[in-house]
């Protein structure tokens, strides 16, 4: 008997990291459209980044501090912490009913977050950084902030088109404007710090035009008390600004805790409406706290509805839970990514998102498994067939789905969703040419079986990679069709099918034959629009 020699392979690698977050919204009302947006592309891009392997953190969560807070709960009659523990868990029930796999859930109210931010303005503090000052400015109780005269849009608050209140008071100031040449040039040397490159060109433009100045930090309490205090003056609390962007330190366990030196630095990805806080404001803060900045800040436009900005002060709001409910979570969550370019601004109507679900998931993607699917059964009982000898015709389709899944990776890696989504459908609509040309149906009533098992296998492998590559954007849609590859894929899982996706994407295969697969599919029925007859119809037939 000869001897057995094992070798063993060492594989030795470094796990990447990558850590994302979202904006933390404020709790004076309930989550629309536009905060899912957000939520839905961050948790799509942390699943992506699961499948390339690497070792990922997403964080999401709530603030609570500030008038805003304070003006809502009053509404209501009820004291501020009792008003946002409940708005902050309506906040975490919306995630998790459209899929979102958060790693935390950070609050400023949280213990832990309070004692981060008191930490660092004392860092700051005993750095030299922060003064106490007089100042009178414009106050938008809308923004939370101070506008100064050359920030008003004839006189009025540019954000919210009221007029702001001259508020003159003593406070604590942070020396923002010395760290603002440096935050200059480390823009100008990092291209890809501020994405896309449109808000970069923002940013520089507003560092180059002089108005930025020191930062005020604090409001006294007397006209204010629901914030977190100076931990070296008790009688102010701090802005609502500075609290809120340490959340992404805090929740992460600054300066000591394990997961700050696994995952900072990280990225971030927020709408246009906070570019300045997110690209001025927090570097300046994390240069002067002495700590590495951001990656990337990610920047989105808005979502309109009829031209005009979704928002719950204009109360124009669209319920993401709805829509999930009545069209189907994955067809939704696609829709957003596919239909808004990432940057620009996107319109949302019922009529869009029933027309994309119509060509894109019913006609292209659904008929596509459906058809393959019931052929499969008809023709190989179900079981993957071993292909013979590939044609021309058969390495095109192949190229075709290995290119176009090449172009995904890169692309949504880029933060191009929909021309990943759109290169993606290249395969889908590939796809269905391919079966039309190769006709199945007349290779079998030939009783042409090698023709007919190597068709229906590139058509098979072919769906497995697409279904593979939509794990990130629709979770459940996506196990759905593995496992009607005969792929086991649990339910509501952060665990992705699989953590090879560029390795995937550079060799043709994965689906082993004699697999069974699924007889039938029906994934995305079409929505049938009711049209309602005019009212003159009866009419017009006489
Ligand atoms: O600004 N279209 O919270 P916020 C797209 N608490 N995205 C939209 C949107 C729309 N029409 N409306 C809202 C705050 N968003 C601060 C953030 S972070 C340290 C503090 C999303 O409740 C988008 O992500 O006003 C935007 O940046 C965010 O909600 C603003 O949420």
């Known amino acids: 008997m000869q001897a057995q020699t094992q070798k063993i392979v060492v594989l030795s690698f470094t796990l990447n990291n990558f850590f994302l977050t979202t904006p933390i919204y404020y709790v004076n009302a309930q989550p629309h459209l536009g905060h899912a947006y957000s939520t839905i592309v961050a948790d799509s891009v942390t699943r992506f980044h699961k499948m390339l392997g690497e070792d990922t953190f997403f964080l999401t969560g709530t603030d609570e501090h500030g008038d805003k807070i304070v003006q809502a709960a009053g509404k209501q009659g009820r004291a501020p912490q009792d008003f946002v523990d409940e708005v902050s868990a309506s906040f975490q029930a919306v995630w998790l009913a459209l899929g979102i796999a958060n790693d935390h859930f950070v609050r400023t109210t949280d213990a832990a977050h309070k004692r981060t931010v008191q930490m660092f303005l004392q860092r700051v503090h005993n750095a030299g950084d922060i003064y106490f000052g007089e100042f009178g400015g414009h106050y938008c109780y809308g923004c939370e902030r101070f506008y100064t005269e050359k920030e008003l849009e004839n006189s009025l608050c540019p954000q919210h088109n009221i007029s702001p209140e001259f508020v003159s008071e003593k406070n604590y100031f942070f020396r923002m404007s010395k760290y603002l040449p440096w935050l200059k040039s480390y823009i100008e040397e990092h291209e890809n710090f501020i994405r896309p490159r449109r ?99 990610n920047i989105h436009g808005y979502w309109l509805v009829r031209d005009t900005k979704m928002s719950k002060s204009l109360g124009n709001v669209i319920d993401p839970v709805d829509m999930g409910r009545r069209f189907g979570l994955s067809a939704f969550r696609y829709f957003l990514l596919r239909e808004m370019r990432f940057g620009e601004d996107a319109s949302f109507s019922e009529d869009m998102l029933i027309t994309r679900i119509n060509a894109d998931l019913a006609n292209d993607l659904g008929n596509l498994f459906s058809r393959v ?74 009783g042409n079986t090698e023709r007919l098992a190597t068709v229906m296998y590139v058509s098979l492998t072919s769906m497995r990679k697409v279904a593979l590559c939509l794990w990130p954007v629709m979770p459940e849609a996506s196990r759905q069709m593995l496992v009607q590859l005969g792929g086991d894929v649990a339910e509501n899982t952060p665990t992705p099918p699989v953590t090879d996706l560029k390795l995937e994407s550079s060799a043709f295969g994965g689906l082993v034959h004699g697999t069974a697969v699924a007889g039938a599919s029906n994934l995305f029925p079409r929505i049938e629009v009711k049209k309602e007859a005019p009212a003159n119809a009866k009419k017009q037939k006489n």
């Not at 507003?206 to 003056?233: A, H, N, Q, V, Y």
């Open 199 to 297: 808000y970069r060109a923002e940013v520089l433009a507003m560092l180059e035009s002089g108005t930025l100045e020191d930062l005020c930090i604090s409001r006294p309490k007397t006209r204010l008390e629901w914030g977190i205090e100076l931990p070296f003056d008790d009688n102010y609390v701090c802005y609502v600004w500075f609290d809120a962007l340490i959340n992404y330190i805090s929740a992460i366990g600054w300066p000591d805790g394990p997961n700050y030196a696994r995952y900072w630095p990280g990225e971030h990805l927020v709408a246009k409406d906070i570019l300045k806080p997110h690209a001025v404001f927090w570097p300046a803060m994390l240069r002067a706290a002495g700590l590495p900045v951001y990656n990337h800040l």
């Open 373 to 446: 699917l019931s052929m499969t059964a008809k023709y190989f009982e179900s079981r993957v067939p071993a292909p013979f000898d590939l044609l021309q015709e058969d390495e095109t389709m192949a190229e075709l789905c290995l290119n176009s899944m090449q172009n995904f990776v890169q692309l949504f890696g880029n933060t191009q969703f929909d021309a990943a989504l759109e290169s993606l459908w290249e395969t889908v609509r590939g796809l269905n040419k391919y079966v039309d040309s190769q006709a199945p149906w007349a290779l079998y009533k030939q």
